[in-house]
């Protein structure tokens, strides 16, 4: 069998998928199958417009937080440490081992620090003249 490599710069759904098989193949072979249960929670106004909130997702008793955002008209009152609490809640009722999330310098890895979180690696000019900071929050130990 011969194999190539080819570039695809306007990749499909079907070519993910196609990549995606043999590594999940992979992964369960290895750790076993895992359900992805993906999770949001919404910030709504009067108007029941959605402002803002958190989206993330389990995965091998992990929960991953990919979004985070507070409106600017609610910063300052607690929004962001409920929504991070409620996620918590969540984790843990799926007996989560932990919750991993990444931020970068300019957004908020304070926030994370004061909820209990560790920084557990970063990536420097990630964007340029910036830092992406990765933090984890153990549930069980």
């Known amino acids: 069998m011969t194999l190539r490599i080819e570039l695809s710069q306007d990749p499909t759904e079907e070519q993910r998928a196609a990549i995606l098989a043999p590594l999940r193949a992979h992964n369960i072979a290895k750790a076993g199958p895992s359900l992805y249960e993906p999770v949001a929670l919404l910030v709504r106004d009067d108007n ?7 989206y ?4 091998y008793r992990w929960l991953f937080i990919e979004l985070l955002a507070v409106p600017e008209e ?5 929004i962001g440490s409920k929504l991070m ?3 918590e809640a969540f984790a843990r009722e799926k007996d989560c ?6 931020t970068f310098d ?3 890895p304070g926030f994370y ?5 560790t920084e557990c690696g970063e990536i420097v000019d990630y964007p340029l003249g910036h ?5 984890q929050k153990r549930l069980i130990e």
């Open 48 to 54: 029941d417009a959605i402002l803002g909130g958190l």
């Open 113 to 117: 620090k004061k909820l209990g979180y």
């Open 131 to 135: 830092k992406r900071h990765f933090f």
């Open 97 to 102: 081992v932990g919750i991993w999330l990444d």
């Open 106 to 108: 300019f957004q908020a």
């Open 56 to 59: 993330g997702h389990t995965f």
């Open 85 to 87: 609490n409620m996620v």
């Open 74 to 78: 609610g910063r300052g009152q607690g």
